[in-house]
């Protein structure tokens, strides 16, 4: 749908607006592209969001959806820069071809080259004569420069052992000299001052700066929390069958973390359990500027100590997240059950209304009081298990991004931040449960194509 049919005064995803401009942009974006025309998830996030979007010099575009007006602004800075754009393209091209030309194949080309490319492009325009001179100097920068902010990179700093014999012995230190773990009450009391806080987050227009919310930071409230539940602290939520540490951690308690050889987005391990490698390999793979990081080195020095610091972090606003969030997530009831703890607050009815509207979750609340079996087998079932279980993949995305920020040194000032990033993970987690549920019915259609056609021949 074109956007002048949007209806005005409809909040729009930024991801639709992006990719609705970027079809419009014609030919020559091929190498940024993928197979159906839309950008790359890693054009997004490397070259379109930081490069032209530039969330930080215009907080209005920084949203997941987008009022009309920003909705226009964010079409208009991607149709102007469309040659540049063309010209990246052609850049790209060129730095793989001088890639391949000389060997290189450690690191992705696409986290290596495609923002150097943007400013190949802004500062030479398309290649010309010399192009390839230029590339292949790029490239040999880019493949020799030490410290190096890529997997591959922390995969060759983590394999030496005597370094990992180090690191291991200094995760062991950090680990027994934690703060002695503290009791319920502290949970508790977290957790209460958290529903506080929800209840005017939820209603319109909360305040950017709250007293409540920077008392509770200043209190060290997080990290209390976070200690509360090195012991186990089990009943916090005011729920039965919500486990304590909602899916952050696998294990009764959250392990003493180990230092790693390699992961895999396929299967990380709950956030608490990850490995020394595991927590740095979801940064650098999600990292949308890594000029922005600290060199491996210090990154794994530095994620030595936060690994072994409670909930994982170290700034104290990203723990209050983390008690916000995780009061959040004890109350979200996608199918209506009228399960959750008592109290609910403003925050619980607004995210709860959104979701409860969703087509998929109509689907799936149908399901649960359908005597029929599932017919395809499980697949629809799973999907809706999974709101029957909504807060273990609302935590886990959770405290990734809030991990993200506390690398980046990025913490959540007020409490309009904090809500920010809360609502922000609701959203997300239920437009991927949208996408889950679609590709599965694409699936069953496809497949019941070619038994509808038997059965009538």
Known sequence: MPPSSQPTGERRPRVLVIDNAWRGLGPGLEPLSGPGGAPLTRTVKLIVLPLIVRPALRPELAADFLAPAGATLLEGLIRESAALLAATAQWFTL???????????????????????????????????????????????????????????????????????????????????????????????????????????????????????????????????????????????????????????????????????????ATLAAPLDRTLFERLFSVLQSSTHRGELATVAELVARETGRSCAPLGLYDESLRVAVVLGGRLAAGLDPLGTGEGPPGRTAAHRAVNTRWRREASVLHARRMTVSPRPDPDGGVLDALAQDLRTPWAAYMRRLWVRLHGRDVRDAPLGDLASAWAVLDGVARSVMMDHRARVRSALRTLSTDAAPAAEQRSA
Request: aromatic share 6%; charged share 25%; proline share 8%.
């Open 95 to 265: 730095l793989k071809k001088a890639r391949r030309a000389l060997g290189v194949v450690a690191g992705n080309p696409q986290d290596l080259y495609f923002q150097r490319c943007f400013e190949l492009a802004t500062e030479h325009g398309t290649p010309r004569a010399g192009a390839d001179t230029i590339a292949r100097a790029l490239v040999e920068e880019v493949a020799h420069s030490p410290g190096g902010r890529t997997v591959d990179a922390l995969k060759d700093h983590l394999a030496d052992a005597a370094r990992r014999s180090r690191l291991d012995a200094e995760l062991a230190a950090a680990w027994e000299s934690r703060p002695p773990p503290a009791d319920a009450t502290a949970a508790t009391t977290a957790l209460a001052r958290a529903a506080e806080l929800l209840d005017a987050c939820g209603a319109p227009g909360p305040a950017g700066t709250s007293p409540s919310y920077t008392s509770m930071v200043e209190a060290g409230h997080g990290e209390l929390f976070g200690r509360a539940l090195w012991a186990y602290a089990s009943g916090v939520w005011g729920r039965d069958g919500l486990p304590t540490h909602l899916g952050l951690t696998g294990r009764k308690i959250p392990p003493r973390p180990e230092v790693g050889r390699g992961a895999s987005t």
